[in-house]
C-alpha cells in the first residue's frame, strides 16, 4: 500500500514527551518541535492491525511468545542484514536502556572503565554514571567531512579497567552506518584486550539508499561470541511507547548473566503483550512501509540541505547514512551553549537536540530529528532562518 507520510496528525488526540511536554515547559503551544526520538508518523498499518486484534479480544493478560514472533526476528536480520541469528540467542527487555544496566551491573565492577564514543546520547553516560562505573571518551573524529573512529585515541584509552565498550550502530547523532571494514577493526581490538562490546543497534532498519547495516555481531564466530547486540522495532517502525526491545547475544555465558540481571527486579515475567505482537508484525510485515518511509526521511534531509546551502551557507550539514536524524554545525555563530539554546528554543521557537549534551564534539552542534511531515520540517527551516536574520 501506499503511505502518506505528508499527513499532519491531530495534535489534540496527543500527548507526547516530543510535542506537548515541551509546549507545556515553555508554556508555548506554538513550538515545533524536533527533538525527542520519535517520528511525527502513524505506524505501519500491519502494526495497527496486529494490535488492533488484540484490542478485540480485549485480554490484556500476561503474553506468550509463539513461535511466529522468534520467526519473525530471524527473518528480519536474515532478510535485511544476512546474519543468521538462533532462537536461543534472543531474549527481551522493556527497551534498550534497561539492558545497558543490566550488563554493565553483570560484566563490570563498581570503578572499571565504559568506553563510548561521543557525541552519543547522553544516556550512555548517565547509566555508566548512575552505577558507579567510570565513563571514557573516544570521541569520533571527522576526515574530509566524515565522522570516523579516532582508532589510535581508543587504542590510548584502554586500561586493565577497561571492561567494556558501548557501541552505537547506526550512530545516533551523527548518522554514521559503520562499514564491514570499521568494525573489524574496532572488534579485533576489543578482543585483544577482553573488551565485552555492548552494540546498541536501535536504528537499525532506517539506513539511507546504498547502505546497509551490519551489524558487528556477524563479523565473525569470534566477535559474536565477544558482542551483545540490542535492537528493538521502536526507533525504525515508530512504536517506542510500547516498551519492547531484544537482548541478541550467541554467547550463553552473556545469556546466562542477563537472565541473572533480571531476576533482581523480576523484568523476565510479565512484558507488554502489545510489544510483542507489534514486535512480530513490524520484522515480519513492514518492509514496504520502512522502504517508503526512508524515501520520504531522504528527501526531507535534501529539503535540510538545500534549505541551509541557500539560506544559512554558514551552516555545515553532515549527510547521513541512517537515522532519522541531521547533524548541523552552528559554530559559526560564536554562541555558548546556553546561548545556542536560547536562540532555537526562544527566538527561533523551534525545539532540537543540543549538542553539548552528547558528550565531548558536541558543543556548537545541533541534531534536528526530520522524521516528519515536509510542510512541519519547513516552517521550522524558516522560522530558524528568520531568528537568525535577526541577529545581524
Same mark, same amino acid.
Given at each position: 500500500?501506499?503511505?502518506?507520510?505528508?499527513?499532519?496528525?491531530?495534535?489534540? +488526540?496527543?500527548?507526547?514527551?516530543?510535542?506537548?511536554?515541551?509546549? +507545556?515547559?515553555?508554556?508555548?503551544?506554538?513550538?515545533?518541535?524536533?527533538?525527542?526520538?520519535?517520528?511525527?508518523?502513524?505506524?505501519?498499518?500491519?502494526?495497527?492491525?496486529?494490535?488492533?486484534?488484540?484490542?478485540?479480544?480485549?485480554?490484556?493478560?500476561?503474553?506468550? @511468545?509463539?513461535?511466529?514472533?522468534?520467526?519473525?526476528?530471524?527473518?528480519?536480520?536474515?532478510?535485511?542484514?544476512?546474519?543468521?541469528?538462533?532462537?536461543?540467542?534472543?531474549?527481551?527487555?522493556?527497551?534498550?536502556?534497561?539492558?545497558?544496566?543490566?550488563?554493565?551491573?553483570?560484566?563490570?565492577?563498581?570503578?572499571?572503565?565504559?568506553?563510548?564514543?561521543?557525541?552519543?546520547?547522553?544516556?550512555?553516560?548517565?547509566?555508566?554514571?548512575?552505577?558507579?562505573?567510570?565513563?571514557?571518551?573516544?570521541?569520533?573524529?571527522?576526515?574530509?567531512? @566524515?565522522?570516523?573512529?579516532?582508532?589510535?585515541?581508543?587504542?590510548?584509552?584502554?586500561?586493565?579497567?577497561? +571492561?567494556?565498550?558501548?557501541?552505537?550502530?547506526?550512530?545516533?547523532?551523527?548518522?554514521?552506518?559503520?562499514?564491514?571494514?570499521?568494525?573489524?577493526?574496532?572488534?579485533?581490538?576489543?578482543?585483544?584486550?577482553?573488551?565485552?562490546?555492548?552494540?546498541?543497534?536501535?536504528?537499525?532498519?532506517?539506513?539511507?539508499?546504498?547502505?546497509?547495516?551490519?551489524?558487528?555481531?556477524?563479523?565473525?564466530?569470534?566477535?559474536?561470541?565477544?558482542?551483545?547486540?540490542?535492537?528493538?522495532?521502536?526507533?525504525?517502525?515508530?512504536?517506542?511507547?510500547?516498551?519492547?526491545?531484544?537482548?541478541?547475544?550467541?554467547?550463553?555465558?552473556?545469556?546466562?548473566?542477563?537472565?541473572?540481571?533480571?531476576?533482581?527486579?523480576?523484568?523476565?515475567?510479565?512484558?507488554?503483550?502489545?510489544?510483542?505482537?507489534?514486535?512480530?508484525?513490524?520484522?515480519?510485515?513492514?518492509?514496504?512501509?520502512?522502504?517508503?518511509?526512508?524515501?520520504?526521511?531522504?528527501?526531507?534531509?535534501?529539503?535540510?540541505?538545500?534549505?541551509?546551502?541557500?539560506?544559512?551557507?554558514?551552516?555545515?550539514?553532515? +549527510?547521513?547514512?541512517?537515522?532519522?536524524?541531521?547533524?548541523?554545525?552552528?559554530?559559526?555563530?560564536?554562541?555558548?551553549?546556553?546561548?545556542?539554546?536560547?536562540?532555537?528554543?526562544?527566538?527561533?521557537?523551534?525545539?532540537? *537536540?543540543?549538542?553539548?549534551?552528547?558528550?565531548?564534539?558536541?558543543?556548537?552542534?545541533?541534531?534536528? *530529528?526530520?522524521?516528519?511531515?515536509?510542510?512541519?520540517?519547513?516552517?521550522?527551516?524558516?522560522?530558524?532562518?528568520?531568528?537568525?536574520?535577526?541577529?545581524?
Amino acid at each position: 500500500m501506499k503511505y502518506n507520510f505528508d499527513e499532519v496528525l491531530d495534535r489534540s +488526540k496527543l500527548s507526547t514527551m516530543k510535542w506537548e511536554a515541551q509546549m +507545556k515547559r515553555k508554556n508555548d503551544d506554538s513550538l515545533l518541535c524536533f527533538g525527542t526520538a520519535d517520528m511525527d508518523f502513524k505506524s505501519a498499518q500491519p502494526i495497527i492491525d496486529a494490535i488492533q486484534k488484540v484490542v478485540d479480544v480485549g485480554h490484556f493478560g500476561y503474553p506468550y @511468545k509463539r513461535q511466529s514472533y522468534y520467526d519473525a526476528i530471524i527473518g528480519w536480520f536474515k532478510r535485511r542484514c544476512n546474519w543468521e541469528i538462533r532462537q536461543e540467542w534472543i531474549a527481551n527487555s522493556l527497551s534498550i536502556y534497561p539492558a545497558f544496566q543490566s550488563f554493565i551491573d553483570g560484566l563490570t565492577e563498581v570503578g572499571d572503565e565504559v568506553i563510548i564514543q561521543t557525541p552519543v546520547h547522553f544516556v550512555f553516560e548517565e547509566i555508566i554514571h548512575a552505577n558507579g562505573r567510570i565513563t571514557v571518551e573516544n570521541p569520533l573524529q571527522i576526515k574530509d567531512g @566524515k565522522y570516523i573512529f579516532n582508532i589510535e585515541d581508543f587504542k590510548a584509552k584502554i586500561s586493565p579497567k577497561t +571492561k567494556l565498550l558501548i557501541l552505537c550502530n547506526p550512530q545516533n547523532p551523527v548518522g554514521r552506518v559503520w562499514t564491514r571494514e570499521e568494525l573489524t577493526e574496532i572488534a579485533n581490538i576489543c578482543l585483544q584486550h577482553g573488551i565485552v562490546i555492548l552494540s546498541d543497534e536501535v536504528y537499525m532498519g532506517l539506513t539511507y539508499e546504498g547502505y546497509t547495516h551490519i551489524p558487528i555481531a556477524s563479523i565473525s564466530k569470534e566477535v559474536s561470541l565477544n558482542t551483545i547486540t540490542l535492537a528493538s522495532p521502536s526507533k525504525s517502525f515508530n512504536v517506542t511507547g510500547l516498551k519492547h526491545s531484544l537482548v541478541i547475544t550467541e554467547n550463553q555465558k552473556f545469556q546466562e548473566i542477563y537472565q541473572n540481571e533480571l531476576l533482581k527486579n523480576d523484568q523476565h515475567f510479565g512484558e507488554s503483550i502489545f510489544g510483542h505482537v507489534a514486535t512480530e508484525a513490524a520484522f515480519a510485515h513492514c518492509d514496504e512501509w520502512i522502504e517508503q518511509l526512508m524515501t520520504y526521511v531522504e528527501g526531507n534531509y535534501h529539503t535540510v540541505y538545500e534549505f541551509m546551502k541557500i539560506n544559512l551557507p554558514e551552516v555545515k550539514v553532515y +549527510k547521513p547514512e541512517s537515522t532519522y536524524f541531521v547533524w548541523l554545525d552552528f559554530n559559526f555563530l560564536g554562541m555558548s551553549d546556553s546561548e545556542l539554546t536560547s536562540f532555537f528554543e526562544d527566538q527561533a521557537r523551534t525545539i532540537v *537536540n543540543q549538542g553539548y549534551s552528547l558528550g565531548t564534539g558536541g558543543s556548537g552542534f545541533i541534531r534536528i *530529528n526530520i522524521g516528519c511531515p515536509k510542510q512541519i520540517l519547513e516552517q521550522g527551516l524558516q522560522r530558524i532562518k528568520n531568528a537568525y536574520d535577526q541577529l545581524k
